[in-house]
C-alpha cells in the first residue's frame, strides 16, 4: 500500500509509522500517488490567525464575533466540541462555553493571511481555484516532473509550509475531481489529509446522505425526501429522465454527482461576481430590532470584505428566509457603486421595509453585486440625502480608529441590538 510521511514528506510501502523519522502522520491509499485534483481548508481560519497572534490562547475556546448580544461569526476546535456553531446567539455559545474568549473579527488580517497561503499554493500550480478567503481548489496534474514528487507530496508539503511559515494549519482532500476532493477535505479535520480514488467512489458514496453533495441545503434535502431520497443509493435508484422532470437541471447534476461524476475543470480565472454574508437564527425572529440589527452587522461584515478585496458593489441584495422556508430576494440598483457599511445597510433596510413580513424570520443575509474597483465607489454626493457625505467620512474614521486600536475601539449602538 503506498504510503507517505506528512511530517518528512518520504514516500514508502505501508507501515503504521514512517521508516525515516518514525512519525505517525502518515496517508496511505492504493492511488494516493495517482490522483492530482485537491481541495484545501483553512482549519478554523479566523480563529487559528488569532490563536496564532496570541500564543496565550493555544488551548482556550475562542470565538470570532459580536459581543453578548450579538452572533457567533466562527470558533475554534476546542469551542465546537462544546457545541459552539457559526450563526449561534453569542449568549447561546456563553452558555456553552463560559470561558470562552470572544473576539471581533479582523477582515483586513484574515485578507492578508488569505494571500500569503495563496501564494504558496500559486508555488506549486498556477491551477488554483479560491472559494473563500480559506479555501481552494489546486489541480496539479502534470506538476510531479516539474516539482519532482507527486501532487501527494507537494501537497503535504503545502500543509507543512502554512504551519512553520504562516503560524496556521489546514486539511487536504485528494481525489479524481472537485466534488470528491472536497467532501475528502472535510472527512479528517483539523490536519486531515484524505483520500478518495476512482476505485472506491461508489462504495464510499452509497450510505452517504444526500446533504453531502455540495449546494443541497435544508431545503433540498427536504425536498428530496419527500420524493424518498435519503442517500446517495435512493439517488441512484432513479432514473435520469425522471430525476430530470421532478427536480430540473438540479435533477440531472444530482444523477451525476450520485455516481462520483464531476466533470468541472479547475478555474484559476474565475471571477468573484459578489459579496455576501447571512446568518441563520437559532430560533426564527420577528423582532424587528433584532432583525435590524443583524442588516447592520451583516452591512458592516460585507463592507469590511469589499474593503479588504479594494472592491465595491453597485446592487445591494436583501436575502430573508421565513419559517416555512420559503425564501425572498429583493435588489436595488445604486446610483454608484459602494463599499460603505451606511450605504450598504441603508439599501438593505429600505427593501426590508418594503416586504411583506407576516410570519418570522429563521435567515437573513446582505450582498453587493456588480462589483468594480473601489477608486470608482462613492464619489459624488447625493442630492436625496444631503448627510450621506458626513456619514461616509465617519465611517471612514471609524476605520481608521479600528485599525489603530483595534476592532473594538468603537462600535456603532445599533450593532448592540
Not at 495563496?118 to 506538476?143: I, N, Q
Not at 487536504?172 to 480514488?197: M, Q, T, Y
Not at 430560533?283 to 433584532?290: H, K, N, Q, R
Request: charged residues 30%; hydrophobic residues 40%.
Amino acid at each position: 500500500m503506498p504510503a507517505l510521511c506528512r511530517q518528512c514528506l518520504t514516500a514508502f510501502e505501508d507501515g503504521a509509522r514512517c521508516p525515516a523519522c518514525r512519525s505517525p502522520c502518515v496517508t496511505r491509499h492504493p492511488e494516493l500517488f495517482d490522483l492530482s485534483i485537491a481541495h484545501m481548508d483553512c482549519d478554523a481560519f479566523y480563529a487559528s490567525v488569532e490563536k496564532r497572534d496570541r500564543p496565550d490562547l493555544a488551548d482556550k475556546p475562542v470565538i470570532i464575533g459580536g459581543g453578548r448580544r450579538g452572533v457567533v461569526s466562527t470558533c475554534c476546535y476546542v469551542a465546537r466540541i462544546r457545541g459552539v456553531r457559526s450563526a449561534m446567539p453569542m449568549f447561546q455559545a456563553l452558555r456553552l462555553c463560559p470561558d470562552a474568549v470572544v473576539i471581533k473579527g479582523r477582515m483586513d488580517l484574515y485578507v492578508e493571511v488569505s494571500r500569503q497561503v495563496r501564494a504558496l499554493m500559486e508555488e506549486l500550480t498556477p491551477a488554483v481555484e479560491p472559494l473563500s478567503l480559506d479555501e481552494a481548489f489546486l489541480d496539479l496534474t502534470g506538476t510531479a516532473r516539474l516539482h519532482g514528487a507527486p501532487p501527494a507530496a507537494m501537497l503535504a508539503r503545502l500543509t507543512r509550509r502554512m504551519q512553520e511559515e504562516i503560524g496556521i494549519t489546514g486539511s487536504i482532500g485528494l481525489s479524481h475531481n472537485k466534488f470528491l476532493a472536497k467532501i475528502a477535505s472535510d472527512l479528517d479535520k483539523p490536519r486531515g489529509f484524505s483520500v478518495i480514488g476512482r476505485a472506491e467512489t461508489a462504495a464510499f458514496l452509497a450510505d452517504k446522505p444526500v446533504g453531502i453533495i455540495w449546494g443541497v441545503g435544508l431545503v433540498g434535502q427536504e425536498s428530496l425526501k419527500r420524493a424518498g431520497i435519503n442517500n446517495i443509493a435512493d439517488l441512484r435508484r432513479w432514473d435520469r429522465t425522471d430525476l430530470h422532470r421532478r427536480f430540473g437541471s438540479m435533477g440531472e447534476r444530482l444523477w451525476h454527482l450520485a455516481r462520483g461524476e464531476d466533470h468541472r475543470r479547475v478555474n484559476a480565472s474565475r471571477i468573484v461576481k459578489s459579496i455576501s454574508k447571512e446568518t441563520t437564527f437559532h430560533e426564527d425572529t420577528a423582532d424587528g430590532d433584532v432583525l435590524d440589527g443583524h442588516l447592520w452587522r451583516l452591512s458592516e461584515q460585507v463592507a469590511d470584505r469589499a474593503k479588504a478585496k479594494e472592491t465595491a458593489g453597485r446592487v445591494v441584495t436583501l436575502k430573508l428566509k421565513r419559517s416555512d422556508f420559503t425564501t425572498v430576494t429583493r435588489r436595488h440598483a445604486l446610483p454608484e457603486p459602494t463599499q460603505m457599511a451606511d450605504r450598504i445597510y441603508r439599501a438593505a433596510r429600505m427593501l426590508f421595509d418594503a416586504l411583506d413580513r407576516q410570519g418570522s424570520a429563521r435567515l437573513i443575509g446582505v450582498g453587493i453585486s456588480d462589483l468594480g474597483p473601489a477608486a470608482q465607489a462613492d464619489r459624488g454626493g447625493d442630492l436625496l440625502d444631503p448627510s450621506a457625505g458626513r456619514r461616509a467620512q465617519a465611517e471612514r474614521a471609524t476605520d481608521a480608529i479600528r485599525a489603530r486600536f483595534g476592532p473594538d475601539a468603537i462600535r456603532k449602538g445599533r450593532s448592540l441590538r
